[in-house]
Nanobody, 115 residues
């Protein structure tokens, strides 16, 4: 069982920045991948970014603005979000996938982008 705890969500103005954090109870080296997903009201949950070893993957809508990174010593994954847009507003969820393809989710953290 992997527990994930997100933090860092907030209200920010368009063009602003936020850094989301996700702390895992598992050694992240034992996981196949970790990532961030988001879900806006009345929309399906969508992939934002994933990190698998040294490889990263981003949704087209956030490329060049968001950066996913990890700190193995802290068993943590981060999402640096720059130049935020109103359409980035959503609940952001941390995801961990094990080597057995089991997915775990955090409770979510709210990001609001509004002037």
């Amino acid at each position: 069982q992997v527990q994930l705890v997100e933090s860092g969500g907030d209200l920010v103005q368009p063009g602003g920045s936020l850094r989301l954090s996700c702390a895992a109870t598992e050694n992240i080296f034992k996981l196949r991948s970790m990532g961030w997903y988001r879900q806006a009201p009345a929309k399906q949950r969508e992939l934002v970014a994933t990190i698998n070893g040294g490889s990263t993957n981003y949704a087209d809508s956030v490329k060049g603005r968001f950066t996913i990174s990890r700190d193995s010593a802290k068993n943590a994954v981060y999402l640096q979000m720059n130049n935020l847009k109103p359409e980035d507003a959503a609940v952001y969820y941390c995801n961990a996938q094990t080597r057995y393809s089991t997915n775990y989710w955090g409770q979510g953290t709210q990001v609001t982008v509004s002037s």
